[in-house]
């Protein structure tokens, strides 16, 4: 009987885990580039007011 080739399967292990984080770092990025840049949330209250300051 054959011995089982434990470095293989530790070898396949290694790449899948890397692939699925490349993955998933790819769909980060995309995500990312798809919401713009320039603008900023919303409040939840929806107040539009410029903070100030001179609050003392």
Known sequence: MANPNYNFEKRQKELARKKKKEEKRLRKVQVDDNQPKDTQ???ENGDNSVPTNDLW
């Open 41 to 43: 949330p919303m409040s």
